[in-house]
C-alpha cells in the first residue's frame, strides 16, 4: 500500500423440530460470531507477496477479507512499482473473489499527494467498518515502521501476515502451495535485466546471485501473480514487450487474447 509509485510507459441449520412449546434461551454468543470477525483490507501489488498474504489470512476464522486496495498509475492505468495492466489487476481480484478498492496517483507523484490520497482512502475503510489493513512485507523494519505510523492515526491496525518468515523458505513454500508468478520488473542495478519476464519457479531461485534475496524484499524484482491457492482459476498470462525505465526493466504481462 504503502510504497512510491513508479512510471510504467508501454503502450472481491435448519431449526429443530420439537413437540414442546416453550421459552428458547439464547445460546451465549450466537448470531454475534460474524460481528467479532476483524473485517481486514489486504494492500494488494499485483505480486506474489501479497497473493500469499491473501492465502494465509485465509486461513485465519477470524478475518473476513474485504478487498484488496492497489495505488495505480492514472497516466498509464498500471500497479505502482510493478508496471502490472489494470486488466490483468482486475483480473486478479476476480479471480481472487474480492473487491478492489483502487487509489488513483498522478505521474510524477509527490509522498506529500500520496500520503493525502492514502489518507482518504482510510477514511473511507474507516467508514465501511474496516478494523485493519493487511501488508505482504518481509523483514524491512523501515517499511514496516512507515506503514504503522501512517495508519496509527486512523485507528486501522497494521496486520503483516509474512513478518520476518524466512524469505529463501518461504518462496520454496509458495511455490510447494501452488503459487505461479513471472518477474514484472527488475532492478537492473541490483539484478541482471535478463531475469525479468523470467518465471518466479525454482530455476530461478537457483540462478539469483548471492545477495540476492530469494523473494526480492530489497526492491532487486517484483512479480506478477497469475496462479495459486488464492485464485478460483489461474490467469491466461502472455508475456509482451520487455523494457528499461531508468534502470528499471520491466516485463509487460497481458491476457491472452487481449493488447
Same mark, same amino acid.
Given at each position: 500500500?504503502?510504497?512510491?509509485?513508479?512510471?510504467?510507459?508501454?503502450?472481491?441449520?435448519?431449526?429443530?423440530?420439537?413437540?414442546?412449546?416453550?421459552?428458547?434461551?439464547?445460546?451465549?454468543?450466537? &448470531?454475534?460470531?460474524? *460481528?467479532?470477525? #476483524?473485517?481486514?483490507l489486504l494492500s @494488494?501489488?499485483?505480486?506474489?507477496?501479497?497473493?500469499?498474504?491473501?492465502?494465509?489470512?485465509? !486461513?485465519?476464522?477470524?478475518?473476513?477479507?474485504?478487498?484488496?486496495?492497489?495505488?495505480?498509475?492514472?497516466?498509464?492505468? *498500471?500497479?505502482?512499482?510493478?508496471?502490472? *495492466?489494470?486488466?490483468?489487476?482486475?483480473?486478479?481480484?476476480?479471480?481472487?473473489?474480492?473487491?478492489? @478498492?483502487? /487509489?488513483?496517483?498522478? @505521474?510524477?507523484?509527490?509522498?506529500?499527494?500520496?500520503?493525502?490520497?492514502?489518507?482518504?482512502?482510510?477514511?473511507?475503510?474507516?467508514?465501511?467498518? /474496516?478494523?485493519?489493513v493487511a501488508f505482504?512485507?518481509?523483514?524491512?523494519?523501515?517499511?514496516?515502521?512507515?506503514?504503522?505510523?501512517?495508519?496509527?492515526?486512523?485507528?486501522?491496525?497494521?496486520? +503483516?501476515?509474512? @513478518? !520476518?518468515?524466512?524469505?529463501?523458505?518461504?518462496?520454496?513454500?509458495?511455490?510447494?502451495?501452488?503459487?505461479?508468478? *513471472?518477474?514484472?520488473?527488475?532492478?537492473?542495478?541490483?539484478?541482471?535485466?535478463? +531475469?525479468?519476464?523470467?518465471?518466479?519457479?525454482? $530455476?530461478?531461485?537457483?540462478?539469483?546471485?548471492?545477495?540476492?534475496?530469494?523473494?526480492?524484499?530489497?526492491?532487486? +524484482?517484483? $512479480?506478477? /501473480?497469475?496462479?495459486?491457492?488464492?485464485f478460483a482459476a489461474?490467469?491466461?498470462?502472455? $508475456?509482451?514487450?520487455?523494457?528499461?525505465?531508468? &534502470?528499471?526493466?520491466?516485463?509487460? +504481462?497481458?491476457? #491472452?487474447?487481449?493488447?
Amino acid at each position: 500500500m504503502f510504497a512510491i509509485a513508479q512510471a510504467f510507459k508501454v503502450q472481491g441449520d435448519p431449526e429443530p423440530k420439537s413437540v414442546l412449546v416453550s421459552p428458547v434461551k439464547a445460546i451465549p454468543g450466537a &448470531g454475534s460470531y460474524h *460481528r467479532r470477525m #476483524k473485517r481486514v483490507l489486504l494492500s @494488494w501489488s499485483s505480486g506474489k507477496d501479497s497473493a500469499w498474504a491473501l492465502h494465509l489470512l485465509r !486461513q485465519q476464522p477470524e478475518i473476513e477479507l474485504v478487498g484488496l486496495l492497489t495505488s495505480l498509475n492514472s497516466e498509464f492505468q *498500471r500497479v505502482s512499482m510493478h508496471g502490472t *495492466r489494470r486488466a490483468v489487476l482486475e483480473a486478479q481480484a476476480v479471480a481472487a473473489g474480492l473487491p478492489l @478498492w483502487t /487509489v488513483p496517483l498522478p @505521474w510524477p507523484c509527490s509522498n506529500e499527494i500520496y500520503e493525502a490520497r492514502m489518507a482518504e482512502v482510510c477514511q473511507r475503510a474507516v467508514a465501511e467498518k /474496516v478494523d485493519a489493513v493487511a501488508f505482504g512485507d518481509l523483514f524491512l523494519e523501515d517499511i514496516r515502521a512507515y506503514r504503522v505510523k501512517q495508519l496509527q492515526p486512523t485507528g486501522l491496525e497494521p496486520i +503483516f501476515p509474512l @513478518w !520476518q518468515l524466512p524469505t529463501a523458505a518461504l518462496a520454496r513454500e509458495m511455490l510447494a502451495g501452488g503459487l505461479r508468478a *513471472r518477474l514484472a520488473c527488475v532492478d537492473s542495478r541490483q539484478l541482471d535485466p535478463s +531475469f525479468s519476464g523470467r518465471e518466479f519457479d525454482a $530455476t530461478l531461485l537457483a540462478d539469483l546471485p548471492a545477495g540476492i534475496d530469494p523473494c526480492g524484499e530489497r526492491g532487486e +524484482f517484483h $512479480t506478477c /501473480v497469475y496462479a495459486g491457492p488464492m485464485f478460483a482459476a489461474p490467469l491466461p498470462l502472455a $508475456t509482451g514487450e520487455i523494457v528499461n525505465r531508468e &534502470g528499471f526493466v520491466f516485463a509487460d +504481462f497481458l491476457l #491472452k487474447g487481449t493488447n
